[in-house]
Each structure stands twice: as C-alpha cells, then as structure tokens.
C-alpha cells in the first residue's frame, strides 16, 4: 500500500532523529569543550552547543551521509558562536592577517628566525607541565590562532578538516598554527608579558 | 634563505602533515641539523602538551539528557509541522472553505432551480387545465346552442362505439348501466387541443352532458372538478383514456356517470387480458 507523503516522510524522520543522535552524542564533550574555550563562559558555551544542536538537527537533511560528521558540526558551532553575543564581540577588533600582513594566495608565509625560539630555554619545558600555565597561554592568544590549536590539537583534526570547519585555505590553517605555536612559545618563556595578540579576536571565514 | 626548516614545516611535521618527498627532506634536514631537531622535538611536546591542557572543560552532568530532550521536542515539533501542514495550511484551509461555500451555493441555487421548475410545471398545468374546462364549455355550449342532432343518433353503445371506429385513433368502451334518468343520445366526432377527440352526448333528467374521450397525452394529476359560468367541468381517467364531463347537471350525478364510464373502461381491459 502506498503511504501518504506526509505519514511517509514522518516514518522516515524517526530514524534519521536516532541517527543523529548516534553521531552527535559522542561529539558532545568536544563542542562543549570548545564552545567554553571560545565564549570563556559556561553558560553561554551551553547555549552555544544548544543551538548548534538544534540547528544541525533542523538541518540534518542537508548532511551527507559518508562525510565528515564531526567537521561539519563543529562548523556550524562556530557558525553560531560568530553571529552570538561573545562572537560578535570579537569580530569587532582588527583583522589579524591584515596587521601581520599575511598574503594565503601565495602560500605559507616563512617567519623570521627570531619567531622560533630554538634556544628552548629550560624554563620552557618545565612550564610544558604546568598545565594551569599553559591553559593561561591559550587564554591570551587570540581567538583565530586558538581555534586552530583547539581543533588541530585537542580535537586532533587534520588541516584539511580544520579548513572545512574554519572556512579558510588550509594555507592559512598552517600559516595561523605556526603563529599559535609561537605565540604560545613566547607566553610560556615570558609569562609575566601581555601579547601584543590577545587584543585582537577578530574570526575571519 | 635560511637552510633550517620553516615554523610551517616544523608544525606540519609536528602534525603528521607531511609525506612523500616533503618528508623526504624532513628528516634529511634533521639528521644533520641539530637546532631543527630540537625546534621539533619541542613542536611535538607543545602539540602533546597544548592537547592535554585543551581537555579542559567537562559537559554537566545533566546538559546531555536537557539537549536529548531538546532533540526528542525538535523532532516531535517537526512532526508536528509535517502533519499539519498537508492538511491545515493556510492554502488548503482557504481551499476547503472554497469547496463548502461552492456546495452550499450550488445545493442552494440547485434546489431553488428545482422548487421553480416544480411551480412553473404546476402554473402550466393549471393554465393547460384552465384552457381545457374552456375549450370543453365552449363545445358543450356550442354543441347545446346549434340544436342539431348529434352525428351519430343511439341509444345503444353498440351502434355508437362502433361509429367511432376509424374516426379517432383510440377505442373506448360505453357502460351498459347507466345511471337513473341518464341514456346516451349519440356521439359527434370533434377537436380538443388540435386533437381528434369523440363527444358522447347523454341525458341526465332534462340536462344535457358532453363526455369528450381523448388519450391522454401524459399522466395527469387525476381526477378534478371545475365550475365555469355555472357549468361542472369533471376532468377523470380510465383506462389510458383522459375523459372530460361538461354538464350544468348536479355534480354527484355527474360524478355517477363519470363512474359508470370508468368502469366500462375497466371491463374493457379485462376483456382485453
């Protein structure tokens, strides 16, 4: 017998809830994760990970099945952190690529010598292991360079999935590692100096 | 340009980003650079190290099962949506309403369509009859005012009946009983509504009455009295004929006449089985 549209189209949605479920669930402490490290604050990191939900569910039809579940989640996470109240307040300050005058279409811009500390004090290593000090570091860096060291490290996804997150040329991911990695470098050897970075969080796709 | 490797490299390196030749050069580069293998050994230990510490925050306890049934509302919102909208949308409502108001309308002008052609049927019977009880009257008159003697002059049914015979396409039967006081004085043949109809002529008493035999054209609504200018009209049937009866005799013995025919046409048809 043939189904109505309408009861059809309902008897299909019911799995397609379990399937999201089945794919979001596990990526759940992640986004929350995240959404803290980018918003600072709980409350908002819950509403932020509400709504991502809410709107990957509402467009779960739209999702390929096969494809980078994962990625695209994490997109539209940071999709909605850009248009949410933390977010737009950090798009407000200056463009970081413009103030380091970084050009993506010719490729990963080589930094100067003195960008790398190959000394590697002493000092360094062991602040490596003060947890609390490096999380401090992350705090400061701003908000571009932190989201790659967020997904790139902690969520462990390769530049080509950080691009589709991020919505940048994975040139720019690598470029943008290279100054979180430095930046942080340079916190931890001088701990007591505020970066000249961490005032600028603008998000640039 | 430096011979040690780029931060980028470094990174990429330090990320499992390279292969192939680029990795090739790598790690050519770091066996005989000691300042670059450093440079990636502590790449490696940020990576590791900034991974650690970016475990960092841990969902509530409950914020799992509040968005499990945020997701469940969503669902049964959108279920909700689907079912409605085939059957409730604005669109179909307006549709809907439009199908009623046209049934309503239609049962409506249907009915009062109905309800007029009924009356007008009933108006062209009634001027039809009307037209009739004076074309009767007119005949009877007329027949009464020439003083001649009918076409065909008897007393007897079997001499009248028989006259009619090739005159006017239909055959009737004559009572044999007639009423008291009432014999048949003959018959003419005449018209009635451009039709070959046959006059019997009988007397009730003094009273002279024209029956006018005719078939009847459609059933009619049976039988029917009419008074013109002091004149009895009865208009009966029996036996597929129409039959009308003018006489300003009182109408009961008229109506025993009118019997009598009746059930000649009766026995007529009984002989006919």
Known sequence: MTLLRWKREIQESAPQTQVFEELAVPCLASLYNVAFWLSRNGADAEDLVQETFVKALRGFASFQPGSNFKAWIFRILRNTYLTSRSGLAARRTVALEEELGETHESGPVLYPEGAIDRETPELNLIRLNDRAALQAAMESLP?????????????????????????????????????????????LSSPTRTPSLTSNREFRA | MSDHLSPVTLNALADGELAGDSLAQANEHLGGCSSCTTSALHQSLLKSATARAGQRYTVPADFQERLMHLAAAESSRAERVERRSPVRSS??????????????????????????????????????????????????????AASLAPQVVSTDRHTVKPWCQGKIPFS???????????????????????????????????????????ERPSPG??????????????DFSAGGLEM??????????????????????????????
């Not at chain 2, 006449?257 to 059930?263: K, P, Q």
Request: charged share 20%; glycine share 4%.
């Open chain 1, 143 to 187: 908000a571009p360079l932190l989201e790659v060291i967020l997904l790139c490290d902690v969520e462990e996804m390769k530049y080509r999935e950080a691009a589709t997150v991020l919505e940048i040329p994975i040139g720019t991911v690598m470029s943008r590692m290279a100054r979180a990695r430095t930046a942080l470098r340079h916190l």
């Open chain 2, 172 to 214: 009737f039967n004559l009572p044999e009983n007639l009423p008291r006081d009432t014999t048949l004085d003959g018959a003419n043949l005449t018209y009635l509504r451009n039709q070959a109809v046959a006059q019997l002529l009988y007397s009730i008493g003094k009273h002279r009455v024209s029956v006018f035999v005719s």
């Open chain 2, 91 to 144: 669109g179909s409502r307006w549709g809907m309403l439009g199908w009623v108001t046209a049934a309503v309308l239609l049962f409506f002008f249907g009915s009062a369509w109905i309800v007029q052609r009924n009356l007008h049927k009933v108006e062209v019977a009634s001027v039809e009859h009307a037209a009739l009880v004076r074309e009767v009257f007119d005949q009877h008159v007329a027949t009464l």
């Open chain 2, 244 to 273: 009308v009866a003018v006489s300003d005799v009182d109408p009961a013995r008229l109506a025993e006449l009118a019997d009598a025919i009746r059930r000649a046409q009766a026995e007529n048809q009984q002989q006919r089985k």
């Open chain 2, 221 to 234: 609504p049976g039988d029917s009295l009419a008074d013109h200018s002091g004149f009895h009209v009865m």
